[in-house]
């Protein structure tokens, strides 16, 4: 069985984009995400600045949903990175590493078309439920 968690300010700022998601969905013990990109919860308008700033953006979102679903950072066991532009992995993974300092989950990256919208960076992700 699923469950939706809603995440204040965060599931209606995403679906201000107009895309057919939902924000975080638990299944049996797992989270899985959807691809958050980096959106301001409080505005809704999508965080402008360069990959450091866009990336942390991301970040505060994943904690946001994490915490409504009663987990953690330290519960995530896979993401996935999508960037317009793959030179800037360098600065994803500094950013990336300031949440994830030990026992990193697994990860893959991967570079994509710009999307409809003017960010570069999405990050998914799949935790444990619980803390």
Same mark, same amino acid.
């Given at each position: 069985?699923?469950?939706?968690?809603?995440?204040?300010?965060?599931? /209606?700022?995403? $679906?201000? #984009?107009?895309?057919? +998601?939902?924000? #975080?969905?638990?299944?049996?013990?797992? #989270?899985?995400?959807?691809?958050? @990109?980096?959106?301001? @919860?409080?505005?809704?308008? !999508?965080?402008?600045?360069?990959?450091? %700033?866009?990336?942390?953006?991301?970040? $505060?979102?994943?904690? #946001?949903?994490? *915490? /409504?679903?009663?987990?953690?950072? %330290?519960?995530?066991?896979? +993401?996935? !990175?999508?960037?317009?532009? @793959?030179?800037?992995?360098?600065?994803?993974?500094?950013?990336?590493?300031?949440?994830?300092?030990? *026992?990193?989950?697994? $990860?893959? =990256?991967?570079?994509?078309?710009?999307? @409809?919208?003017? =960010?570069?960076?999405? !990050?998914?992700?799949?935790?444990?439920?619980? $803390?």
């Amino acid at each position: 069985m699923k469950k939706i968690i809603e995440v204040p300010g965060v599931s /209606a700022a995403l $679906r201000s #984009l107009k895309t057919p +998601t939902s924000l #975080l969905i638990q299944a049996g013990g797992l #989270l899985y995400s959807c691809g958050i @990109p980096p959106i301001d @919860p409080l505005t809704g308008a !999508i965080v402008k600045g360069d990959i450091g %700033e866009q990336t942390h953006a991301v970040f $505060r979102i994943m904690k #946001l949903a994490l *915490d /409504a679903a009663g987990s953690c950072l %330290e519960q995530v066991v896979k +993401t996935t !990175i999508f960037v317009t532009d @793959p030179a800037q992995m360098a600065d994803v993974n500094a950013v990336y590493r300031t949440y994830f300092p030990n *026992d990193e989950p697994v $990860r893959s =990256f991967v570079a994509v078309k710009e999307w @409809p919208f003017a =960010f570069d960076i999405e !990050i998914d992700f799949v935790a444990t439920a619980g $803390r």
